[in-house]
């Protein structure tokens, strides 16, 4: 791994675990018994982020051999306590100003037991500018990201610590906003974002985490984080998989560079990877993506070959589905509900429920006086078995009642 990094990785790389040890984060360890504890192999990977480039990933499901258990097979994940995503994308469209924001080192914040330490040991060059120098060894003194039960112990903590200030107004917003370790909300006027700002800052610092990298549509927000040092300038936000444009205040999908060769043979496989690619939570796009999921359909009632080449007529289907799918990649969605910045107070909710012989779904929308808004929507293809219309509907309308009440609880403001 070390041979394979440039000079110039390498020198990030060693500053990442420098930075590490000078923030108490990881420890060397002086006299390292090998017959104890467990090592961790690790590697960069490169991100989209002005303010970490690139990330060292501990590979916790490494084993030695086959026989042998990695780490997070020795490891509980616990119950899951991360907040619902399309849940936070419905509240994240739902107020005039938008601001998103995410926790400095979130999960090394969290101390490791000082008996749990040797199984997070890793190893390191002595000399960065010579790849055949003796290893360091170190190990972890707080939680690492990679490891199966991380998500739950970070979410823990923040859900006990928010929970502890549930008196402080801004302990329940939060507690309903944070994936994991990013903020996603918003306010419904220039003051109430740079209030929530402030208290939210000073919540999260109260128990060791820095909220960094804030964004938002509003300059008056992006002014104060920029005099605190924490603002992260950028034309393109990603939100939880989408993206958010804060000057144009719209919402896109990350662009897929996959699109098929029509020349290109394709197979079963090629098709269910490239379906699969299109990542929409709010359905926004459900119309064209069903398209795809019934061609899937549609190849595995012919029983073909994962690897078997399609023929030339389900090619040139395939062909223009995929397109379209790449196509719809480039919609633009108003993050706002509604332009004239109304509060969803007085809103009405309404779903519309149908289906064919094929598929069925259903859509909700928001209406607040002359303008209405798409929500949230959802189609599945229909079963193989031969199922009644009346039936299909049914199902239909099942999905309508239960995407309304789903919708209805996101955007009510006690959750």
């Given at each position: ?140 003194k707080s939680v690492l990201f990679g490891a199966a039960c991380s998500p739950f112990m970070l979410n823990a903590v923040i859900k006990t610590h928010l929970e502890s200030n549930a008196s402080i107004p801004i302990a329940d917003d939060l507690k309903h906003n944070i994936y994991v370790d990013n903020v996603i909300d918003g306010a419904k006027s220039d003051e109430k974002a740079v209030s929530y700002y402030n208290d939210a800052n000073h919540l999260m ?211």
């Amino acid at each position: 791994m070390v041979r394979r990094l440039t000079p110039d990785l390498t020198k990030r790389y060693d500053d990442i675990i420098t930075d590490q040890l000078r923030r108490d984060f990881v420890e060397k360890i002086q006299d390292d018994n090998k017959t104890e504890g467990h090592y961790l192999p690790h590697r960069a990977v490169k991100k989209d982020s002005v303010t970490t480039p690139i990330r060292i990933v501990y590979d916790c499901s490494s084993k030695q051999n086959a026989d042998s258990a990695s780490l997070n097979d020795c490891l509980q994940t616990g119950p899951s306590l991360i907040n619902d995503l399309p849940a936070i994308l419905l509240r994240f469209r739902a107020n005039r100003v938008a601001f998103v924001s995410d926790i400095e080192k979130a999960f090394l914040n969290i101390r490791l037991e000082e008996d749990e330490r040797q199984y997070t040991k890793f190893l390191w060059l002595s000399d960065i500018r010579d790849p055949e120098s003796p290893f360091d060894v170190y190990q972890f003194k707080s939680v690492l990201f990679g490891a199966a039960c991380s998500p739950f112990m970070l979410n823990a903590v923040i859900k006990t610590h928010l929970e502890s200030n549930a008196s402080i107004p801004i302990a329940d917003d939060l507690k309903h906003n944070i994936y994991v370790d990013n903020v996603i909300d918003g306010a419904k006027s220039d003051e109430k974002a740079v209030s929530y700002y402030n208290d939210a800052n000073h919540l999260m610092q109260s128990c060791g985490f820095n909220l960094r990298s804030w964004t938002s549509n509003s300059e008056r927000l992006c002014e104060l984080a920029k005099q605190d040092d924490i603002y992260e300038p950028s034309h393109d936000v990603p939100v939880l998989g989408l993206r958010w444009e804060p000057e144009s205040d719209t919402m896109t999908y990350s662009e897929n560079n996959s699109e098929p060769i029509p020349n290109e043979l394709i197979t079963k496989r090629d098709v269910l990877s490239s379906s699969a690619t299109l990542y929409d939570p709010l359905g926004f796009v459900a119309p064209v993506h069903i398209r795809a999921k019934l061609f899937v359909q549609s190849l595995w009632k012919r029983g073909l070959p994962w690897d078997e080449p399609l023929d030339a007529e389900l090619n040139s289907q395939w062909i223009q589905i995929a397109a379209d799918l790449n196509a719809t990649r480039k919609t633009t969605i108003n993050r706002q509900y509604f332009s004239g910045n109304k509060d969803n107070d007085d809103c009405e909710v309404h779903v519309f429920a149908d289906a064919s012989t094929t598929a069925y779904g259903a859509v909700v929308y928001l209406r607040s006086s002359s303008e209405t808004s798409i929500v949230m929507a959802k189609a599945r293809v229909a079963p193989t078995s031969d199922l009644s219309l009346p039936r299909l509907e049914l199902m239909a309308a099942l999905i309508g009642t239960r995407l309304s009440k789903f919708v209805i609880n996101a955007l009510s403001p006690a959750r």
